[in-house]
């Protein structure tokens, strides 16, 4: 059976893609379980053993699927020491392909491939069908490679040459369905923000100069909108290509802190290319190019707040090297069709916003490794001093924070672990003993 891509709703409308003539289609291959599941009528708000069941039948389906159209690949009978198809036989088998780094290098691997990303692209098929699924942890899987897929999508519709390159519409699939999918759990409405106002009493303070009574009349004063109403589509227009792809990281965000680091530290790099020759003064910034190396330094070495594998903060690196992920990017950059290269990538706000939010996360979550907030860091160096060249204050104003942000982190860690060497040296010293601390209680 053919489907494709259609907004909730409506009857598609004519349109042309950019990149593609025809409408983005692939077949879907039903599900035994989801057959089952059809022609018993079992409710799973009824049973919720059969839920559970159901989703893993549907989990093992897909990464069975996905080991066939992979049985090609010279890697792929050595995944985490067997054949890829051994991750189905685990008790949540998509959380076990989210969290494996080589089935993860050996999916990309096959992304970066310079005929891949085609309407024909087996691979893009299987990424559009499972998120189609519908089944959360198969659509964690799926975000995970999508900074990897927009990297590789936005380099090449970008590129000088992009009228010689096969077509994209196996990539433009995977986004469309990604936005289509947020178009239908947004409901047409968008997402709003309510800043706080000073000028309004609260439960913490009273304004000083009086409560303002013209705001209580315009109660929308206070509220900003964070991402628009969105729009259905039924293919990626060159005007509509940065919304589409900024929804999809837009939904990656939500889930972040489920990604594993290897697909952070993905994002982390090819932001950087995207801001695109490497410029020097990223480093320069007010003329702290030496602070801001030695912090860099101290950061990766000394630091063990930002380090919490004692040291190991280079394993994901030292892995990516193992399995041949370094050889590829080399490669694929060598023939101008790398992972972002040295592509200049336009960044309107609609992509420019969720990019920010995303390395903000990177660089100042406590759970993140060393590499991937290295990675960051440089990332939102570049994209300031991007932002610096094209003149924009909106996203000046936001990287420079997040830049100052970063510096503060990483000096408030250095001096953390210079007094925690200090405080080690010196254990024999007597110190004070604190006063017991005193509580008020209420009779």
């Avoid at 969290?99 to 096959?110: E, F």
């Avoid at 979550?365 to 924009?392: C, E, F, I, M, Q």
Wanted: net charge neutral; glycine share 8%; charged share 20%.
């Amino acid at each position: 059976m053919d489907f494709s891509v259609k907004p909730p709703g409506g009857s598609p409308s004519p349109s042309s893609s950019t990149s593609s003539s025809t409408p983005h289609r692939f077949k879907s291959a039903g599900t035994p379980t989801a057959t089952a599941a059809a022609v018993s009528g079992i409710s799973s708000d009824r049973d919720p053993m059969h839920s559970w069941w159901e989703s893993v039948s549907k989990q093992r389906s897909r990464i069975l699927s996905l080991s066939s159209l992979l049985s090609g690949d010279s890697h792929s009978e050595d995944v985490d020491g067997g054949p890829i198809s051994s991750l189905a036989d685990s008790d949540r088998p998509a959380l076990s392909l989210l969290s494996s780094r080589a089935a993860y290098s050996l999916i990309s691997s096959t992304l970066r491939n310079p005929a891949s990303g085609s309407g024909s692209d087996p691979l893009c098929q299987w990424l559009y069908e499972t998120y189609l699924s519908s089944d959360p942890p198969l659509r964690l899987v799926v975000l995970s490679f999508l900074p990897l897929l927009v990297g590789m999508y936005l380099s090449r519709i970008h590129s000088s040459d992009s009228s010689s390159l096969p077509s994209l519409s196996g990539f433009e699939a995977v986004l469309l369905a990604i936005y289509a999918a947020e178009v239908k759990a947004r409901a047409g409405k968008p997402i709003l923000v309510h800043i706080p106002d000073l000028s309004q009493p609260s439960l913490y303070h009273t304004p000083l100069n009086g409560v303002d009574k013209s705001r209580d009349s315009n109660p929308t004063a206070s509220v900003g909108v964070l991402s628009p109403q969105l729009e259905p589509q039924i293919a990626v227009k060159s005007t509509k290509r940065a919304s589409i792809v900024g929804v999809g990281l837009q939904c990656y965000f939500k889930e972040i802190s489920q990604m594993p680091a290897w697909s952070k530290l993905e994002f982390c790099k090819l932001s950087a290319s995207w801001a695109g020759q490497d410029c020097d003064c990223k480093e320069k910034i007010d003329g702290d190019e030496d602070k801001v190396l030695a912090l860099t330094n101290g950061f990766a070495d000394d630091s063990p707040s930002f380090n919490g594998n004692g040291g190991r903060s280079l394993e994901i690196e030292d892995d990516f090297d193992r399995l041949g992920i370094r050889e590829n990017e080399e490669q694929l950059s060598s023939n101008g069709i790398g992972g972002g290269g040295s592509v200049r990538i336009p960044l309107p706000w609609e992509l420019f916003q969720p990019t920010l939010r995303i390395l903000g996360h990177c660089l100042l979550s406590p759970l993140n490794t060393g590499d991937v907030k290295d990675a960051a860091s440089n990332a939102v160096r570049s994209l300031y001093a991007r932002a610096s060249h094209d003149l924009n204050p909106q996203a000046i104003l936001a990287t420079r924070s997040l830049v100052n942000l970063d510096t503060s982190a990483r000096t408030t860690a250095k001096n953390a672990s210079a007094g925690t060497v200090n405080g080690s040296s010196n254990v024999n010293t007597p110190s004070k003993s604190k006063k017991p601390e005193i509580l008020l209680s209420s009779k």
